[in-house]
């Protein structure tokens, strides 16, 4: 084995490949293994779950998928669609899952030189790239494909971004610039998105409660951990902010202010209508138990007060997207759009009950023109604007001649029937 040293890369001023780093940094060393590489062995069924969970970061990317679950709920009306739940949830958890296989495809080289994943699939040769690869490809067409065929073009958009963002600009940012660990909090972010999109087929402003609570958690949550695992960070040749900040007071503040921003946030999700008046306040005793142990993370720069901040921030997360979906209050908008949805379906059915009538295929007719005009009419109904009566349609049927046909159209039943005369009556 051989240990190399990487410029300004060094350990408290010790030697760095036969020459003296820079003091306050650490030496990143390289494991070179010369060893002969082991002849290909058949990989039973349990043997590639086993890869693919690990791939995949099975247990981060159901985490992820929570977050969209979450949106979901929060984004819902009165009722919520658990099956639209269940496909967000699982079209999340494959294109996280794609995200987390090609990073690590990326990375093989730097995971092989770190004691925390120097044993993943790709370094340890438990599968090839080209497998990752496939197997990164089928999770990010299937899980796209099933949030646009099942949660909406805005969930899908947003998960192939994602997948793009983490990927494509995160991952390789993680050996250029400290600030990748921002654009991670933004990744993070994305999920709720999602989740919201496909309950109210488009984001509010309330959606980005939940995106804002999980962008200002991610910055306490990983300067606690990349403090604590700062060498082995510096081993893999990654630029974090504990890595270079010697003295640790820029992570401990970037921490601390980060963990007081989700204190506003608490109110914010009531004053935007997303929850009830009970949830500020849990939510805010929450936010400052996290903001007590950042304080204390920066009084005293350890790794047990790291750590204490590290698992505080673990149990901050799921205990106020709990509480979030308790006290949530039903999302106007998802209602609107769940009721448009149907008079969209309905108004297909009558059009389609229409074109059977020969003479009267590929025509617009007068009466297809006033149904979305009443309809546009009875959304003025809805909120924002609940002062208005609700619209008084003519009880009168419209009817039209075209040839040798009449359609009758009844814009108070919304049914269309054709009436047929002469030698082409059914």
Request: glycine share 10%; aromatic share 8%.
């Amino acid at each position: 084995q051989a240990r190399r040293g990487a410029p300004g890369w060094g350990a408290e001023a010790g030697a760095c490949g036969g020459a003296r780093a820079p003091a306050g940094r650490f030496c990143a060393t390289q494991v070179v293994n010369n060893a002969p590489a082991a002849p290909a062995r058949a990989a039973t069924p349990l043997q590639w779950l086993r890869v693919a969970e690990k791939l995949s970061k099975f247990r981060l990317s159901a985490f992820v998928a929570s977050t969209a679950s979450a949106g979901f709920v929060l984004g819902s009306g009165e009722v919520v669609d658990w099956a639209g739940c269940a496909y967000v949830t699982v079209g999340t958890l494959l294109a996280s899952s794609c995200a987390n296989t090609l990073n690590q495809v990326y990375e093989t080289a730097n995971d092989g030189r770190m004691a925390r994943t120097m044993r993943r699939p790709l370094p340890s040769g438990a599968c090839s790239r080209a497998q990752a690869l496939a197997f990164a490809a089928a999770c990010g067409v299937g899980g796209v494909g099933l949030l646009f065929a099942k949660c909406g073009p805005e969930a899908a958009a947003l998960g192939a971004g994602n997948i793009v963002l983490y990927a494509g600009v995160y991952t390789p940012l993680k050996q250029l610039s400290v600030a990748n660990t921002w654009v991670g909090a933004l990744v993070g972010g994305v999920p709720p998105l999602m989740g919201w999109a496909a309950a109210a087929g488009g984001l509010q402003a309330g959606s980005m409660v939940l995106a804002g609570m999980l962008y200002y958690w991610q910055l306490p949550h990983f300067m606690s951990l990349a403090w604590m695992h700062r060498e082995d960070y510096a081993r893999g040749g990654y630029r974090m902010l504990p890595i270079l900040d010697a003295s640790g007071r820029r992570v401990a503040n970037v921490a601390l202010r980060n963990a007081a921003a989700l204190l506003p946030l608490a109110y914010a999700a009531h004053a935007l209508g997303v929850t009830e008046e009970a949830f500020a306040w849990e939510s805010a005793a929450m936010a400052l138990a996290l903001l007590v142990s950042s304080a204390a993370f920066r009084a005293r720069l350890t790794n047990a007060t790291a750590r204490t901040l590290f698992f505080t921030s673990l149990g901050y997360l799921p205990l106020a997207m709990a509480a979030m979906c308790w006290h949530r209050q039903p999302n106007l908008a998802a209602d609107a759009h769940a009721q448009q949805a149907m008079r969209v379906a309905q108004a297909a059915t009558n059009q389609g009950a229409a074109g059977n009538v020969p003479n009267l295929l590929g025509a617009r007719s007068a009466a297809d023109e006033a149904l979305p005009r009443a309809l546009a009419l009875e959304q003025l109904s809805l909120a924002p604007f609940p002062f208005l009566p609700p619209p008084m349609l003519p009880a009168r049927p419209l009817r039209l001649r075209r040839g040798d046909g009449e359609v009758e159209h009844s814009t108070a039943a919304g049914e269309v029937e054709a009436v047929l005369e002469g030698d082409n009556a059914r």
